[in-house]
């Protein structure tokens, strides 16, 4: 059969069909590697972080663990923390897929604070020391 006669057959049957003719393999994407942040860079991320009075949230612990990057509001599980094409950005993998966005000295380029965005909310932290 045809594709028009098993289209018009799928109709009358009240059967709904996607038809796309594909010629090529879907591309996929992938991350390189060499594009990963290395263990050294994910440990400069390292550390507790505390928001400001007020805030819905005290503390944010940030650990590396197998070469990835995990991020616990205090809610007692850590997510994976994606990285992101922007510097120094990555997304939560918790249901709220929370953005982080870490914040560097601009002489030391050392870590010194984030921003997590979620839920249209942005809130701020500094880095204890």
Do not use: C, H, W
């Amino acid at each position: 059969m045809n594709k028009r006669i098993l289209l018009t057959l799928s109709l009358f049957l009240g059967i709904t069909v996607v038809a796309a003719a594909q010629t090529t393999a879907p591309a996929t994407t992938t991350t390189s590697q060499s594009s990963a942040p290395s263990a050294d860079a994910l440990r400069a991320y390292a550390g507790t972080y505390t928001f400001a009075g007020g805030s819905p949230l005290s503390t944010y612990t940030i650990t590396v663990k197998d070469g990835d990057l995990y991020g616990d509001a205090g809610m007692g599980e850590a997510y994976k923390l994606v990285k992101q094409d922007k510097a120094d950005q990555f997304k939560s993998t918790s249901s709220y897929g929370s953005m982080i966005t870490f914040q560097r000295d601009a002489a030391t380029k050392a870590i010194t604070g984030l921003t997590l965005a979620a839920q249209g909310q942005e809130l701020a932290a500094t880095k204890a020391k």
